[in-house]
Every structure is written in structure tokens, then in C-alpha cells.
């Protein structure tokens, strides 16, 4: 893997010069320090930050082993809260989810040492599940493996960890947002700062609602691509292992009890029993569920929750209309919007965005302008239909809302 760092030479030296303020945020080397060292700071908190090092030479190679790397890190760094699952996917440390749990079931699981933490059911989805905290000694596959045997019938799985899809960098100009104009969103990622926008917030992990960057960000550009009312729901806080998929099938459960028409997700993750189960209530409610393709690139598993059936899959294009090279893939690909050469307000004043997490919620601010201000109406995608630019086959059904860069 070293050896493809060090492939990378004077164009990723140079791009590593031009990013500074950018890398150093992302937790990636400043000029002059080794692209090696990085790889046990890449906390993925971003999960496009590979992008940064590997674009110049269109490495696809290069994107995939910074995935790993990535992930790697992120586990070793907190793996008090964080392990592997059993495809080697970073998950909440010594638990378990059991779906559809019943009182025999729980019963075997506690006989066998799996304690039950929790139990319940997503409240405005119905779907049941239990969290239980795994045998003391047991690695995270070996006990999936063996609740998988003892309970053949029930579904179990890990509660798999999703990342954040895009970067931010500092950036001039003015702060101030747009007026609204219409149109309601919901969007599960961290906290966000109070504003007129915001009709409610609620938090699904220790510490939150905690603002952050990549949340606000997304915020600042709902607004101005006209949306009147924003939906917040922090699955990140301050937890190591926030971002988990009960999280957010919690706010997705939340999102449905406030009756949010349209749902933007910028996070990526592997595919979750219970995360599936859950976008899938939430869809038959009316809702749209908008997700990120994730960056990275096109030789990565697919992400989730972009790639569940009936999920509108959202890719980034930059300014000059052309997909981004680290743009992840998923099962199927609805639209483009911009994703790059572009700002946004973050925390601390204008940023500049790159990444496919940027485009989804274009894409979910132009559904809710169809939608109206409850879910159901079936003609939303119609309409997007027939507004989006056509772009080729990598840009699913067009490109949406390039205007909007006006706006933001």
C-alpha cells in the first residue's frame, strides 16, 4: 500500500501544498510531512478526505486502498467503542441488533451471555428491534456468528457505522444566506447551529445535538437552494461510534412522526437489516428518502443507505458539469448536482465543498419544492424528470439544480 502513496509523487506533493487548511482539518499530512504517517490520522470524519490525494492521478487503485486505510485507522484509534464486523466493516463494539425480537428469543440470547441493553420499536416505523451487548471475550464476527445459529429464524446483525460524504476547506466571501422559499427537508448527519430555518432538532447519540461542519454546511446550502424549513437530526454528537445504523433509523423513525416529506442523507455505509427495514417503512409513509453516493470511487462496495430500493441516489458533478472522479457507485443511480466549486456557510464563515454529500441535498431541496409539506405526492419525481439536464449515464437521469450555485 506504501508503495502507492509514494506513486503519487509531485502531483499529489503539489495538490498537498494548494489544500493546506483543508488537510490539516481532515486530519491529513501538512506539506513536508509523509503521505505514510497520515494513514493513522485518517479518522474518516470525512469521507471524502482520500480525495485530496488521490484525484490528480485518477488513481481508482490508490481510492480503494485509502479506504481501507481509512477504515483501519478508525478502529484502531477507538476500539473501545469501534470494531470490525464480520465483513470487515467498522460497527459499534461488543453489540448486536436482533430484529423482530420476542420474549423466547431474547430469552435463548440471555441464557447464552448476550445481555439485553435495549428493546423497542422505531417509534413512527413499527419495526421492533433489541440491542444486546455481546459475550465478554467474544469478537464482534464470532458473536454474530453464534446468535446467527442459536436464533436461524431471527435477523442479527452489527450496527455498522456510517461516515460523513464530503470535505470542506475555508473560504472569502460574504456569510449571509438567502432568504427561503419554500419547502421542508429533513436531514439526519450532526447538529446544527439554531436559525430561522430550523423547525426542530432532535439528538440520536451521547453528546448531541453537537453542531458540526459537514451538517452545517448542508444546511447553508438547503437554504439557499430555497428550502423554508429544516428538520434536524445530530446521529453523530460525540460518539466515537455515532452515525450507527440504529441512529439513524431513529431519526428516520423521528423524521416520519413530524410527517418531513423529504429526507437528505449524506452519510455511507455497508448494507444494515435494520437501516433497510427502516428507509423502507418510512417510504411506504410517502416520505423520499435522498441519499449520497459517497467518494469513493468507483471500484468501492456500494453505499448505503444510497443504494435500498427506491432510495434516490444522488452523484456530484463539478463546475464545468462532469461527475466527480471519486464519486462512489450504488446499486442504481437516480440524479447529479453540484458537488464541487462551490461554497457554503459552515461554522466559522464561508467554506468551499467538495463531494457528493453536497449534492444530495440539492437534490432533496428540488423534490421538496414538488412535494408540498407533506409526504405522498407521487408526481415529485416526474417533475424532476423533466427539469433535470441530461448528461450522460454516469449522471443517472440529468443533473439537477446547477442554478443553484447562484443561490448559495
Not at 470525512?46 to 479506504?67: I, N, Q
Request: net charge positive; with cysteine; charged share 15%.
Amino acid at each position: 500500500m506504501r508503495q502507492r502513496f509514494i506513486r503519487l509523487g509531485i502531483a499529489g506533493a503539489l495538490l498537498l501544498a494548494a489544500a493546506g487548511p483543508a488537510l490539516a482539518q481532515l486530519g491529513l499530512p501538512a506539506v513536508g510531512q509523509t503521505l505514510g504517517g497520515a494513514v493513522d490520522r485518517l479518522r474518516g470524519t470525512l469521507d471524502g478526505a482520500a480525495t485530496l490525494v488521490a484525484r490528480p492521478l485518477e488513481d481508482v487503485a490508490a481510492l480503494a486502498d485509502l479506504r481501507l486505510a481509512r477504515l483501519d485507522a478508525f478502529v484502531r484509534r477507538n476500539r473501545n467503542t469501534v470494531a470490525m464486523d464480520a465483513n470487515g466493516s467498522p460497527a459499534r463494539a461488543h453489540e448486536l441488533l436482533l430484529l423482530d425480537p420476542d420474549p423466547a428469543a431474547l430469552m435463548l440470547a440471555e441464557k447464552s451471555g448476550y445481555r439485553l441493553m435495549e428493546q423497542g420499536d422505531l417509534e413512527g416505523l413499527g419495526v421492533g428491534f433489541a440491542r444486546l451487548e455481546t459475550p465478554a471475550g467474544v469478537t464482534l464476527p464470532d458473536a454474530t456468528r453464534a446468535l446467527q445459529k442459536l436464533l436461524p429464524a431471527k435477523t442479527v446483525t452489527a450496527d455498522q457505522i456510517h461516515f460523513p460524504g464530503g470535505q470542506t476547506a475555508p473560504a472569502s466571501g460574504p456569510s449571509a444566506m438567502p432568504s427561503p422559499r419554500g419547502g421542508t427537508v429533513g436531514l439526519i448527519d450532526g447538529g446544527i447551529r439554531p436559525d430561522a430555518r430550523l423547525a426542530a432538532q432532535a439528538g440520536f447519540a451521547i453528546g448531541a445535538p453537537r453542531p458540526n461542519q459537514h451538517a452545517q454546511s448542508i444546511a447553508s446550502l438547503l437554504g439557499g437552494a430555497g428550502v423554508a424549513h429544516v428538520f434536524a437530526a445530530d446521529v453523530y454528537g460525540a460518539d466515537p461510534a455515532g452515525g450507527n445504523a440504529l441512529a439513524i433509523a431513529k431519526a428516520l423513525g423521528w423524521m416520519a412522526q413530524q410527517r418531513v416529506p423529504v429526507v437528505s442523507i449524506s452519510l455511507v455505509g455497508p448494507a444494515n437489516p435494520l437501516l433497510e427495514r427502516a428507509v423502507a417503512a418510512a417510504q411506504a409513509r410517502g416520505m423520499f428518502v435522498v441519499a449520497a453516493v459517497g467518494n469513493d470511487g468507483a471500484a468501492s462496495p456500494l453505499s448505503y443507505p444510497a443504494s435500498y430500493r427506491d432510495v434516490v441516489a444522488v452523484t456530484g458533478v463539478d463546475g464545468k458539469g462532469r461527475v466527480l472522479f471519486e464519486a462512489g457507485r450504488a446499486s442504481h443511480l437516480d440524479y447529479a448536482a453540484p458537488g464541487a466549486d462551490m461554497t457554503a456557510v459552515g461554522l466559522a464563515g464561508r467554506v468551499t465543498l467538495r463531494g457528493t454529500s453536497f449534492a444530495a441535498p440539492l437534490v432533496a431541496a428540488r423534490l421538496a419544492a414538488y412535494a408540498g409539506p407533506v409526504p405522498g405526492a407521487g408526481r415529485s419525481l416526474v417533475a424532476l424528470d423533466r427539469e433535470a439536464e441530461a448528461a450522460g449515464g454516469r449522471a443517472g437521469r440529468g443533473i439537477l439544480c446547477n442554478s443553484c450555485r447562484k443561490g448559495i
